[in-house]
């Protein structure tokens, strides 16, 4: 089996075991992603770096001093700060900026040994969840790249997909860590927010920003959260499938879907009762009335307050609105120029959504968990499969225009709000498309979930891997 095809872990054992050297990963994947490089997911490759941390880790492993994730390498999201490579958050005033200091999750990972060489593109300055950014031109999905990998880590789940690397971190705000992970067939991890450190992270909303690994198996998501906890997780085993009790909001996130995704979602719910595992009616309708009033007050006030704050911090030399007219992205300008002009967020509105709103729906939340007696809730992570790329306004289901933005959120907007841990699952394919399963747990409840996960992990369809082979082929020059 080729090294491109191996998970993070399965790559950590074969270098215990001597089967290959780190340096002999990072050929094989510095190989994979100029292959791959119409997909346009990576905003910055550098191979000399590449060869350089793979050079110190194997140095590492012959004097018996490998570290926990020695040798293996990772892509990051373009907004998570890094030292020796730009930061740009894939918008234009941010092109070749390199910040002052790493984000804590990437120091994190450097000191478990890890080979961070790339960054990757995704939706401008994360406000979006197509990826199809016109600073950088689109990332696609190596499922069908005319299509979407979703957003805004789109260019994290181009990448793992379509093993360039095994592995990488993206963040999540309000879907862009489950989302592209559940349209490119990938594990995707949202923590509770506070779970992962924050700092060094381009802002929008601390209030509901956070970063979260996406990988190609669950093995993976477990070995990166373990490496980027603030405090050391809970070990808890794994409950057996008859233990397992989960809500299912029928009445609300399993209504007005592709008429695909509903097939394979459906099916996996029945493979999952039959294996038995409890399935419950739940009704989210006090936490959806709330829900409306706490997720754009909090984004829109937050990002104006915190965005300027970054730039200071990291002596840019520019502020706000420099950063506003070096946006390339319709979409993205669009929103910025809304809330600097007549759409700006009082600072009394802001504070009754976080401070009265927000606890109210976390409330309601944690009672519809302890009631019900439920673990956590079960649902589709999308309603759509990916769209075509250039669908930014509308795109089609079950024959109907629907709003694109509104449409992909819609089920994880939720748990954004809340804070709360959530996981998407890949559980197959519909029309050829990947398809995912969320899977959302009580608010700091993220080594419940990850248990809860291992244990529903062996009932999973697989998922086919994209057919890479009728992609072009191509070599391009290291970015630099």
């Given at each position: 089996?080729?090294?491109?095809?191996?998970?993070?872990?399965?790559?950590?054992?074969?270098?215990?075991?001597?089967?290959?050297?780190?340096?002999?990963?990072?050929?094989?994947?510095?190989?994979?992603?100029?292959?791959?490089?119409?997909?346009?997911?990576?905003?910055?490759?550098?191979?000399?770096?590449?060869?350089?941390?793979?050079?110190?880790?194997?140095?590492?492993?012959?004097?018996?001093?490998?570290?926990?994730?020695?040798?293996?390498?990772?892509?990051?999201?373009?907004?998570?700060?890094?030292?020796?490579?730009?930061?740009?958050?894939?918008?234009?005033?941010?092109?070749?900026?390199?910040?002052?200091?790493?984000?804590?999750?990437?120091?994190?990972?450097?000191?478990?040994?890890?080979?961070?060489?790339?960054?990757?593109?995704?939706?401008?300055?994360?406000?979006?969840?197509?990826?199809?950014?016109?600073?950088?031109?689109?990332?696609?999905?190596?499922?069908?790249?005319?299509?979407?990998?979703?957003?805004?880590?789109?260019?994290?789940?181009?990448?793992?997909?379509?093993?360039?690397?095994?592995?990488?971190?993206?963040?999540?705000?309000?879907?862009?860590?489950?989302?592209?992970?559940?349209?490119?067939?990938?594990?995707?991890?949202?923590?509770?927010?506070?779970?992962?450190?924050?700092?060094?992270?381009?802002?929008?909303?601390?209030?509901?920003?956070?970063?979260?690994?996406?990988?190609?198996?669950?093995?993976?998501?477990?070995?990166?959260?373990?490496?980027?906890?603030?405090?050391?997780?809970?070990?808890?085993?794994?409950?057996?499938?008859?233990?397992?009790?989960?809500?299912?909001?029928?009445?609300?996130?399993?209504?007005?879907?592709?008429?695909?995704?509903?097939?394979?979602?459906?099916?996996?719910?029945?493979?999952?009762?039959?294996?038995?595992?409890?399935?419950?009616?739940?009704?989210?309708?006090?936490?959806?009335?709330?829900?409306?009033?706490?997720?754009?007050?909090?984004?829109?006030?937050?990002?104006?307050?915190?965005?300027?704050?970054?730039l200071a911090e990291n002596k840019y030399g520019i502020g706000l609105d420099e950063l506003i007219a070096g946006i390339h992205s319709p979409d993205v300008k669009e929103i910025f120029d809304a809330i600097t002009g007549d759409y700006t967020i009082s600072?009394?509105?802001?504070?009754?959504?976080?401070?009265?709103?927000?606890?109210?729906?976390?409330?309601?939340?944690?009672?519809?968990?302890?009631?019900?007696?439920?673990?956590?809730?079960?649902?589709?992570?999308?309603?759509?499969?990916?769209?075509?790329?250039?669908?930014?306004?509308?795109?089609?289901?079950?024959?109907?225009?629907?709003?694109?933005?509104?449409?992909?959120?819609?089920?994880?907007?939720?748990?954004?709000?809340?804070?709360?841990?959530?996981?998407?699952?890949?559980?197959?394919?519909?029309?050829?498309?990947?398809?995912?399963?969320?899977?959302?747990?009580?608010?700091?409840?993220?080594?419940?979930?990850?248990?809860?996960?291992?244990?529903i992990d062996p009932l999973l369809p697989a998922t086919p891997a994209p057919d890479l082979s009728k992609h072009p082929r191509q070599r391009h020059s290291d970015k630099k």
């Open positions: 089996m080729s090294l491109t095809e191996l998970s993070a872990s399965e790559l950590l054992a074969g270098l215990e075991k001597s089967q290959f050297s780190a340096r002999e990963i990072a050929d094989e994947l510095l190989k994979q992603s100029q292959e791959m490089a119409h997909l346009g997911g990576l905003a910055h490759l550098n191979s000399e770096l590449f060869y350089q941390q793979a050079d110190q880790s194997d140095a590492r492993r012959a004097r018996g001093e490998a570290l926990a994730l020695d040798g293996v390498p990772l892509v990051m999201k373009d907004n998570l700060n890094t030292t020796d490579m730009p930061t740009t958050s894939s918008t234009g005033a941010l092109q070749g900026r390199v910040p002052l200091q790493d984000a804590d999750v990437v120091t994190q990972l450097r000191k478990a040994g890890a080979v961070l060489p790339a960054k990757a593109v995704m939706h401008e300055l994360a406000f979006g969840i197509t990826t199809n950014n016109a600073a950088t031109g689109p990332s696609r999905n190596p499922y069908d790249p005319n299509r979407i990998p979703g957003g805004s880590s789109g260019g994290t789940a181009t990448v793992v997909a379509a093993r360039q690397f095994p592995a990488g971190l993206g963040t999540d705000t309000g879907a862009s860590v489950r989302l592209p992970a559940a349209l490119c067939g990938l594990y995707g991890f949202r923590p509770t927010v506070g779970r992962y450190s924050g700092q060094g992270i381009v802002p929008l909303s601390p209030t509901r920003d956070t970063a979260g690994p996406m990988t190609r198996s669950l093995a993976d998501i477990s070995l990166l959260d373990s490496l980027l906890c603030q405090k050391a997780p809970s070990i808890i085993a794994t409950p057996s499938l008859k233990e397992l009790r989960l809500g299912v909001p029928r009445d609300s996130f399993w209504k007005e879907m592709d008429a695909g995704v509903a097939d394979v979602t459906l099916a996996f719910l029945d493979d999952l009762q039959k294996a038995g595992v409890t399935l419950v009616d739940v009704d989210l309708s006090p936490v959806l009335k709330i829900n409306a009033r706490v997720g754009m007050p909090i984004v829109l006030y937050e990002t104006l307050q915190n965005l300027p704050l970054y600072q009394e509105a802001y504070e009754e959504a976080l401070n009265v709103d927000r606890p109210l729906m976390q409330q309601a939340y944690a009672d519809l968990l302890r009631q019900s007696n439920v673990s956590g809730l079960i649902f589709p992570t999308s309603p759509l499969t990916a769209c075509p790329i250039g669908d930014d306004e509308t795109t089609m289901m079950n024959g109907k225009a629907v709003p694109t933005f509104n449409t992909y959120i819609s089920r994880t907007d939720v748990g954004s709000n809340l804070g709360a841990p959530g996981i998407s699952l890949p559980i197959g394919l519909s029309g050829g498309l990947p398809v995912g399963m969320l899977i959302e747990a009580g608010i700091g409840a993220d080594d419940q979930l990850l248990a809860l996960c291992r244990a």
